[in-house]
């Protein structure tokens, strides 16, 4: 069992930044991959970015609409993985979720259906 805790959302004007943060407990963190989605109102939930899981955790993964913009860092020691946002634009508005799994093994984390654990959102809103 996994329970995860977000907080940082907030709102923003375009151009500015945000970073969100959510914290893990219930099981070993490092053996955690972690994972940032988002949703828009009317839109279906979407990847952004994700950590994986122990030696792998150098090799961030990010959306194509995200790249370059956001960075998914984790510290273990605290059992936290943050979403840093710049350069924000109005398309970012959504509630964004953390997300983990623990399972081993090879799976996409871009697919949501490969997450256990969710958080319960945060929203982020990117003003004009």
């Known amino acids: 069992q996994v329970q995860l805790v977000e907080s940082g959302g907030g709102l923003v004007q375009a151009g500015g930044s945000l970073r969100l943060s959510c914290a893990a407990s219930g099981r070993t963190f490092s053996m955690l991959t972690m994972g940032w989605f988002r949703q828009a109102p009317g839109k279906e939930r979407e990847f952004a970015a994700a950590s994986r899981r122990g030696r792998y955790t150098n090799n961030p993964t990010y959306a194509d609409s995200v790249k370059g913009r956001f960075t998914i860092s984790r510290d273990n020691a605290k059992n936290t993985v943050y979403l840093q946002m710049d350069s924000l634009k109005p398309d970012d508005t959504a509630v964004y979720y953390c997300?983990?799994?623990?399972?081993?093994?090879?799976?996409?984390?871009?697919?949501?259906?490969?997450?256990?654990?969710w958080g319960q959102g945060t929203q982020v809103t990117v003003s004009s």
């Open positions: 997300a983990a799994y623990a399972r081993l093994g090879y799976s996409s984390t871009r697919d949501a259906r490969n997450y256990d654990y």
